[in-house]
């Protein structure tokens, strides 16, 4: 799966993945007006405007982009209606050709993952019937429980040919608080990055593995070391933009034959109508909004390249 | 709501949570069978039989436990008609009087967590109107991004009277992987429970906080050492029969007052039937066969008491 989004990225130039994180604040009101008249301000009005903005925001940049990230708890949020519009958009990205990471974080005890593994990238046995439930291409997930938690996800990349990627150090500012703790002379991190290497082993496809490793943008210090202690591991990597990254801090993500990261962007992207430098589009036309910002940040991040 | 949780437990003598993890596997012929004639071999066909089989069980224990705890991944895995089935799940044994422990293990930076947060156990807005996606009583949280990836947990608790239990020691086989890693003389889970008690003074509710932690019964030292660092912090001990803890192992999680701990067993009640000294009940008694590993588990747990 790793070379599919590497041929994806290499096809459209663009190392990059649009958060879908559909907050309803960034919507604009002439679609959530539409969906509670619809079906009133339930959680399946919220879910219908969900769906409609992400629609939107996927018909105009689909053909830049080779990945999206929808972040499941936007839709959690809205219960089963919510579940469905993110099971929809998941459906309606890959039909586009676009990649989808489900970022859910999911990790657990060894039988419990595999039933996450399961859900999101693989199948269940229903009777005589082999049935998927979300089917995202790769899946984020949490390592504090250790190999038996995450082997079953690796199992199943390998089997399915699909992708993880596991938390090492994320974006977020207390992110430090146990991930940057010094064991045996190292941060947890980089234990955490060693880890994530050998699990990696296990599935190889090409140059790089299926099991690739989340390093926030916000770190650029770590990523550049984590760069060199994980060369056959793809980075996803949030924190562009909204959260503080930027462009240069990105620099050490990549490996040197321009590959090994891609860079997410939730805000900046699909909000990218109520910033300064699109507000032009206004909320009519956040769609073309959202186009120009991908245009704008591959361009950023094709400058450090 | 850790006083609710307690006053049940009082009421049941019976520090039990029956862990509602409904694989296939478990299920008797009976139901799968009836399930897939009525929507076939489907996802939909498969949470009927999950619903089916969670509702025998709840019938037959609601009266002698204080709560459950769903492992929602067992669901997800059967996609939206499975989360269909898990809030159906979560709703009945509400509407039984039983407390309901979300067992999710949701964490992510703090705008995702504050929606993780929403959708398990408070509420979202949309428009004029304040909805609940799945409303849960508690829910387990990972806390491998640190405090602000567990503070919007624990604004809701104290906002909206709901608990949560934070993962300290798991119970699974690698669970030292990380966890047992010695950072500045004292093994992460040590740190771990170091933040769990600051968080959980931020919700008090009578003696105990709404901010518990999981400490696993496979690992009674630790929990003897987390019991005295954590007086005030109520333990879900997950890892009781199935997993190879027995009441021994248990003894450390509880305080002087007999209170302190809830211990889960999953595969050991609802799977009773399957088991040596239950099958006599065969597959059609299931029900009994469950109400009856829930008597001998809390006469085995009282025993050390």
Sequence with gaps: MIQKLIEKIQKTKAPIC??????????????????????????????????????????????????????????????????????????????????????????????????????????????SRSLAGFDTDFLTVNPYLGTDGVKPFVDVCQAEDKGIFVLVKTSNPSSGEFQDKTIDGRPLYELVAGKVVEWGALSMDGAYSNVGAVVGATYPEMSRILRKQMPHTYFLVPGYGAQGGTAEDLRYC???????????????????????????????????ASRQAVIDMAADIGRVL
């Design 18 to 127: 649009v958060g879908l994180d559909p907050m309803l604040g960034y919507i604009p009101k002439q679609i959530t007006e539409k969906a509670y008249a619809e079906y009133g301000e339930t959680l399946e009005g919220a879910a219908e405007a969900v769906w409609q903005f992400n629609k939107e925001i996927v018909d105009h940049t689909f053909d830049l982009i080779p990945a999206v990230k929808p972040q499941i708890a936007m839709y959690e949020q809205f219960g089963i209606p919510g579940l469905t519009a993110y099971k929809r958009t998941v459906d309606y990205c890959r039909g586009k050709g676009l990649i989808v990471i489900g970022d859910a974080k999911r990790g657990d005890i060894g039988s419990t993952s595999a039933a996450y593994a399961a859900a999101h990238l693989g199948h269940v046995q229903v009777g």
């Design 254 to 288: 990549f490996n040197e034959d321009g590959l090994g990261a891609i860079v997410n962007s939730s805000r900046g992207i699909i909000a990218a109508y109520k910033k300064d430098p699109y507000a032009e589009f206004g909320p009519e036309r956040f769609g073309e």
